[in-house]
Nanobody, 124 residues
Framework: QVQLVESGGGLAQPGGSLRLSCTTS????????MNWARQAPGKGLEWVSG????????YYADSVKGRFTISRDNAKNTVYLQMNSLKPEDTALYVC?????????????????WGQGTQVTVSS
């Protein structure tokens, strides 16, 4: 069965960095786009970033553009989210999603599986 397991969250200070990982199994990772999304307390799920199946193109929400970088290692079936210059408003549960095809990025609706998430808290 499809499994997505996020890790790397934690407490960071404003201006700090964290690197999230999403390790996957149960499907041919290299054939599917992957997305990251987040859910802040009391808010809905917000799409953050997406990457094509072959890593050839990446996309970001305006709120994280220039600070976050998505990447993937198809040999390790893992997608990453490098988060720099963190802000308190980045505090949220971060989840990774598997898209239904190689180019579905940009929306929380374009994912057929989600992980359980990893908590990121940005506070001094």
């Amino acid at each position: 069965q499809v499994q997505l397991v996020e890790s790397g969250g934690g407490l960071a200070q404003p201006g700090g960095s964290l690197r999230l990982s999403c390790t996957t199994s149960g499907f041919t990772f290299s054939k599917y786009a992957m997305n990251w999304a987040r859910q802040a307390p009391g808010k809905g799920l917000e799409w953050v970033s997406g990457i094509y199946s072959d890593g050839s193109d990446t996309y970001y929400a305006d709120s994280v553009k220039g600070r976050f970088t998505i990447s993937r290692d198809n040999a390790k079936n893992t997608v990453y989210l490098q988060m720099n210059s963190l802000k308190p408003e980045d505090t949220a549960l971060y989840v990774c999603g598997k898209a239904p095809g190689p180019y579905f990025v940009g929306s929380v609706d374009d994912n057929d599986y989600w992980g359980q998430g990893t908590q990121v808290t940005v506070s001094s």
